[in-house]
């Protein structure tokens, strides 16, 4: 099979850029027979992983760099009415657990996406998921809606002016191909934090089961 991208390593990685950014999503795994995804930039350099193993659909999943450092564990919450994701950050370095093992739930909280209870609606007809940004101590909350997230990993992110954030679709090729469903592009818009909007995608993945 013909390689998405050729596997190269960022010697850094940039996360917030004042232009437009264009990410190829591979939804697989590096790992032999694992789950997750695989995340290059424009120029085919690998920048975000994600690597499930043998589980499929997990309720605590790790987004990583392209050197494997930690940059989010994303967990479903349990015995919530409306489906609820939650975005843990942590700094470099940091594995994201106590000396006990236990994850640093609470301090680190960045993110929550809440899904919406869509019972007899069609596909095309689900309401947005809301996504909660800046949820840590003493940070300014900021709201955003994820839609068009029912169905092959696709959503479009807006602000609560509605304005575009990032958009994850098909993949085409220079000839206008469209790509097999497990081959995306996410458009961020400038000085959005890529790493994050990574964040809501890996989410939008999850729901969709495609991870």
């Known amino acids: 099979m013909a390689k998405v991208y050729p596997q190269a390593l960022l010697s850094s990685a940039q996360y917030l850029t004042t232009q437009q950014e264009v990410f190829t999503v591979w939804m697989k795994s590096l790992v032999l027979n694992g789950n997750g995804c695989t995340v290059f930039n424009s120029s ?14 997990a309720d605590e999943v790790f987004l990583m760099d392209s050197k494997g450092n930690l940059l ?5 919450k349990k015995f919530r009415v409306f489906g609820t994701w939650e975005g843990y950050k942590f700094a470099p370095g940091d594995c994201g657990r106590s000396s006990t093992g236990k994850l640093k739930e609470g301090k680190n909280l960045h993110f929550k996406v809440k899904k919406p209870l869509c019972f007899l609606r069609k596909r095309d007809d689900f309401p947005p998921c809301e996504v909660l940004l ?49 081959v995306l592009t996410m458009v961020v818009e400038p000085n959005y934090d890529h790493s994050l909007i990574m964040g809501f995608v890996v989410v939008c993945a999850l729901i969709n089961h495609q991870m």
């Open 44 to 57: 085919g350099q690998l920048v975000y992983r994600v690597d499930n193993y043998d589980s499929k659909c």
């Open 72 to 76: 989010f564990t994303v967990l479903k």
């Open 134 to 182: 800046g949820l840590e101590k003493n940070q300014s909350l900021y709201k955003y809606k994820m839609e068009d997230w029912a169905g092959n990993g696709t959503c479009k992110i807006v602000d609560n002016l509605g304005a575009l954030v990032a958009e994850v679709k098909r993949k085409q090729s220079t000839s206008g191909v469209v790509l097999g469903e497990d």
